[in-house]
């Protein structure tokens, strides 16, 4: 079969074919992802994960989120939070010690 490609921003493009056994029919063909790059699962958190290592309640997080106060990955209808950007919010969030 013949190879799909689907660009997916700038210049980058993957490469998306066919997967199937000698028994699959139409109805039951997967896609495959070829050429593409895995992201490490230790650095991207859910909102239950990103709420424990804040120590705040998930809902707090699903907040910032919709506010747009933390930067966040949207993944069909899943929000992942990077470890990166989690010190990001914090380091924007940081208040200075008042001198006396």
Known sequence: MRAKRLCVGGNQTNNYRFA??????????????????PIKEQEMNTIEETAIKLGVSPRHIRRLVS?????????GKLIRIGDEQIADYLKSNQREVAQR
């Open 67 to 75: 506010e747009r106060r933390i930067k966040h990955y949207k993944v």
């Open 20 to 37: 199937s056994s000698p028994r699959a029919n139409k109805a039951s063909k997967t896609f495959a992802l070829v050429g593409v790059r």
